[in-house]
């Protein structure tokens, strides 16, 4: 039988010209007990001390639901020469049969050194061929960018959440991205985490009717938590971008200025507390107050509309979750290109 990573351990250390024959006597052992199942490439790059044992519980977890080719590599860049080690492992699940087992494979790569002079390498010469190719980047970009490497991603994933100088990273992820003729789709994790807020709040003007409530806008509040005033900035360029406002100032106190096709000023209050990333979202028109926020419970929302001040009864909906897990799960589960996100960072680009 292949390692199964259940305790999270990287498996069996193998020499690098030594990977493919080793994958294949894995897959033989377990001949007719296990089926290996792959639908993508899915790299995972880091250069935090520890990441390899942390990313290979991720991709276990991860792999129950999206069967993959994982390819994780732990970096150290600061050492002056070049050295690799690599292991193999499976990631197992039995079939809702009962029947067999379905494995995925990860091969897990330690880099030491110039590390940006072996990256390419150690990837392409590890891809399933057949398959699209997602590389999930845990660390800063740098410059330069290489363009052997982005020319073969499919979709880069990455959570700019993280991110200490937003403009200059995206400067970057863009540069990759026109590399690449613009094939690479970018996928961030902290646009993902606003995608149940999103879904609550647009649910209150799906009805044409109430879509003239959109001009009567003036004013909203989000509350976020500590380390996530980037999340709650994505979210106003959501608003904007959806209802074509652009950006007037950025007044003192945390208070974004739009102003609106009819030449309206709509503040929006960005306001830190303690709790989920995205805590509480109110958006006022003038008669109407909408609100979606978290529910005590905190894997539900609680939504409700009517006049301000007035006691409502909260309708329920899912919240989704932040842990990483399930951020990349949601983002698996998607295609096509991200139009809608990146709208919104065009309309805020000034303020992440």
Same mark, same amino acid.
């Not at 995972?44 to 080719?69: D, F």
């Not at 994790?189 to 009805?207: E, K």
């Not at 009819?262 to 109110?282: A, C, M, Q, S, W």
């Given at each position: 039988?292949?390692?199964?990573?259940?305790?999270?351990?990287?498996?069996?250390?193998?020499?690098?010209?030594?990977?493919?024959?080793?994958?294949?006597?894995?897959?033989?052992?377990?001949?007719?007990?296990?089926?290996?199942?792959?639908?993508?490439?899915?790299?995972?790059?880091?250069?935090?001390?520890?990441?390899?044992?942390?990313?290979?519980? #991720?991709?276990?977890?991860?792999? /129950?639901?999206?069967?993959?080719?994982?390819?994780?590599?732990?970096?150290?860049?600061?050492?002056?020469?070049?050295?690799?080690?690599?292991?193999?492992?499976?990631?197992? $699940?039995?079939?809702?049969?009962?029947?067999?087992?379905?494995?995925?494979?990860?091969?897990?790569? #330690? #880099?030491?050194?110039?590390?940006?002079?072996?990256?390419?390498?150690? +990837?392409?010469?590890?891809?399933?061929?057949?398959?699209?190719?997602?590389?999930?980047?845990?660390?800063?970009?740098?410059?330069?960018?290489?363009?052997?490497?982005?020319?073969? +991603?499919?979709?880069?994933?990455? *959570?700019?959440?993280?991110?200490? *100088?937003?403009?200059?990273?995206?400067?970057?992820?863009?540069?990759?991205?026109?590399?690449?003729?613009?094939?690479?789709?970018?996928?961030?994790?902290?646009?993902?985490?606003?995608?149940?807020?999103?879904?609550?709040?647009?649910?209150?003007?799906?009805?044409?009717?109430?879509?003239?409530?959109?001009?009567?806008?003036?004013?909203?509040?989000?509350?976020?938590?500590?380390?996530?005033?980037?999340?709650?900035?994505?979210?106003?360029?959501?608003?904007?971008?959806? #209802?074509?406002?652009?950006?007037?100032?950025?007044?003192?106190?945390?208070?974004?200025?739009?102003?609106?096709?009819?030449?309206?000023?709509?503040?929006? /209050?960005?306001?830190?507390?303690?709790?989920?990333?995205?805590?509480?979202?109110?958006?006022?028109?003038?008669?109407? /107050?909408?609100?979606?926020?978290?529910?005590?419970?905190?894997?539900?929302?609680?939504?409700?509309?009517?006049?301000?001040?007035?006691?409502?009864?909260?309708?329920?909906?899912?919240?989704?979750?932040?842990?990483?897990?399930?951020?990349?799960? /949601?983002?698996?589960?998607?295609?096509?290109? $991200?139009?809608?996100?990146?709208?919104?960072?065009?309309?805020?680009?000034?303020?992440?």
């Amino acid at each position: 039988m292949p390692p199964v990573a259940e305790n999270y351990s990287l498996g069996f250390q193998v020499e690098l010209n030594k990977i493919d024959s080793e994958l294949k006597k894995l897959w033989a052992q377990g001949e007719g007990a296990m089926t290996r199942a792959s639908l993508v490439n899915l790299a995972v790059y880091s250069e935090a001390p520890g990441s390899l044992e942390k990313n290979t519980q #991720l991709i276990a977890k991860i792999a /129950e639901n999206h069967a993959c080719r994982a390819i994780v590599i732990g970096a150290d860049c600061k050492t002056k020469e070049n050295r690799v080690e690599a292991w193999i492992s499976a990631h197992c $699940h039995i079939s809702r049969t009962g029947s067999k087992q379905i494995c995925s494979e990860q091969i897990s790569f #330690l #880099l030491e050194g110039p590390c940006a002079n072996l990256l390419p390498s150690i +990837v392409f010469s590890h891809l399933d061929s057949d398959l699209p190719f997602y590389l999930w980047w845990q660390s800063e970009f740098r410059e330069p960018m290489d363009r052997q490497l982005w020319a073969w +991603v499919d979709r880069v994933i990455y *959570d700019s959440q993280t991110w200490k *100088d937003f403009r200059a990273q995206m400067r970057l992820v863009e540069s990759a991205q026109k590399e690449a003729k613009q094939r690479i789709v970018l996928c961030d994790l902290n646009w993902t985490r606003l995608d149940r807020v999103r879904f609550a709040l647009a649910q209150f003007f799906d009805h044409p009717a109430s879509h003239h409530r959109f001009a009567k806008i003036k004013k909203a509040r989000i509350d976020f938590a500590p380390g996530f005033r980037s999340t709650a900035v994505l979210f106003a360029g959501w608003l904007a971008a959806q #209802l074509n406002w652009r950006i007037e100032k950025r007044n003192g106190g945390g208070v974004l200025q739009f102003i609106n096709l009819n030449g309206h000023k709509i503040d929006i /209050e960005l306001r830190e507390r303690p709790g989920e990333p995205i805590g509480e979202i109110v958006l006022n028109s003038r008669e109407v /107050e909408f609100v979606v926020s978290r529910a005590k419970c905190g894997d539900l929302l609680e939504v409700s509309r009517g006049e301000p001040g007035e006691k409502r009864l909260p309708q329920l909906m899912p919240a989704g979750s932040n842990d990483p897990v399930s951020l990349m799960s /949601e983002e698996l589960m998607r295609g096509g290109p $991200h139009h809608v996100y990146l709208h919104a960072v065009n309309c805020v680009r000034d303020l992440l």
